[in-house]
């Protein structure tokens, strides 16, 4: 089940407003450019941003995502009818041979148990034509970036249109392991509601990521630096061999 800030109406309905600045996924539009990719699967496709994204630009882009009320908001997006929308996950995806598969963000992070982790490769790879690519990133556990996961650091408040004034803020609840879990906070000013939404990340290690891509049959090509974050994640460049 996906978080209440993917799942819930109203939190889906304030992702992008609240986060307009999705400069990041231009480096994964760049990849599919340099990879030549014509057909795209973006994994965690959220409220659509980088599938419309890809689409506009003319690439065949399919979009899943467990979330039915992100999907929802990306349905209803200028272009949206260029993109082919799946509510569900990697592990149940119709017959295709894309170019390319993305995990852009957390949503790599978000597949938090490994047997959920090692099913998602494997249906992302039966999803790839011999020879695709996937590419995702995850953020380097040395870094820590938890420690910046509190109100002090991430408050804001915006006024948005039709919606109001919106105040949002994230507080980190549990550091165990690789495992670090955190709450948002949405008060919406309109009627005084406030929401809350817990989420837990994984933060795997790049020898443990390796490891993963290689048992699930991929090759890895490249661990690039992420350009937005320098020196705070990596960008794993894997492809599926040749049959």
Same mark, same amino acid.
């Given at each position: 089940?996906?978080?209440?800030?993917?799942?819930?109406?109203?939190?889906?309905?304030?992702?992008?407003?609240?986060?307009?600045?999705?400069?990041?996924?231009?480096?994964?539009?760049?990849?599919?450019?340099?990879?030549?990719?014509?057909?795209?699967?973006?994994?965690?496709?959220?409220?659509?941003?980088?599938?419309?994204?890809?689409?506009?630009?003319?690439?065949?882009?399919?979009?899943?995502?467990?979330?039915?009320?992100?999907?929802?908001?990306?349905?209803?997006?200028?272009?949206?009818?260029?993109?082919?929308?799946?509510?569900?996950?990697?592990?149940?995806?119709?017959?295709?041979?894309?170019?390319?598969?993305?995990?852009?963000?957390?949503?790599?992070?978000?597949?938090?148990?490994?047997?959920?982790?090692?099913?998602?490769?494997?249906?992302?790879? @039966?999803?790839? +034509? /011999? %020879?695709?690519?996937? &590419? !995702?990133?995850? *953020?380097? $556990?040395?870094?820590?970036?938890?420690?910046?996961?509190?109100?002090?650091?991430?408050?804001?408040?915006?006024?948005?249109?039709?919606?109001?004034?919106?105040?949002?803020?994230?507080?980190?609840?549990?550091?165990?392991?690789?495992?670090?879990?955190?709450?948002?906070?949405?008060?919406?000013?309109?009627?005084?509601?406030?929401?809350?939404?817990?989420?837990?990340?994984?933060?795997?290690?790049?020898?443990?990521?390796?490891?993963?891509?290689?048992?699930?049959?991929?090759?890895?090509?490249?661990?690039?630096? @992420?350009?937005? +974050? /320098? %020196?705070?994640?990596? &960008? !794993?460049?894997? *492809?599926? $061999?040749?049959?």
């Amino acid at each position: 089940m996906a978080d209440a800030i993917f799942e819930h109406p109203r939190l889906a309905a304030v992702y992008d407003p609240l986060d307009p600045d999705r400069g990041d996924l231009e480096v994964y539009a760049a990849i599919a450019a340099e990879l030549g990719a014509r057909s795209v699967l973006d994994v965690g496709c959220g409220t659509g941003t980088f599938a419309l994204l890809l689409a506009g630009r003319g690439l065949e882009v399919t979009g899943v995502d467990p979330a039915a009320a992100s999907l929802d908001v990306a349905r209803g997006k200028p272009g949206a009818e260029r993109v082919r929308w799946i509510h569900g996950d990697a592990t149940a995806l119709p017959p295709m041979r894309a170019d390319l598969a993305t995990m852009t963000a957390n949503v790599a992070q978000a597949i938090v148990e490994p047997a959920d982790w090692r099913a998602t490769l494997a249906g992302v790879r @039966a999803s790839l +034509r /011999p %020879g695709g690519h996937l &590419v !995702f990133e995850t *953020r380097d $556990p040395a870094r820590k970036a938890w420690l910046e996961w509190n109100r002090a650091a991430t408050y804001q408040v915006a006024e948005l249109p039709g919606l109001g004034r919106v105040e949002q803020w994230y507080d980190l609840l549990d550091v165990s392991g690789p495992l670090v879990t955190f709450r948002g906070t949405w008060v919406f000013a309109s009627d005084g509601q406030v929401l809350t939404s817990d989420s837990t990340l994984r933060f795997r290690e790049r020898d443990e990521v390796e490891a993963d891509l290689s048992a699930g049959g991929y090759t890895l090509e490249e661990v690039r630096d @992420a350009p937005d +974050r /320098p %020196g705070r994640e990596f &960008v !794993f460049l894997a *492809r599926r $061999p040749e049959d």
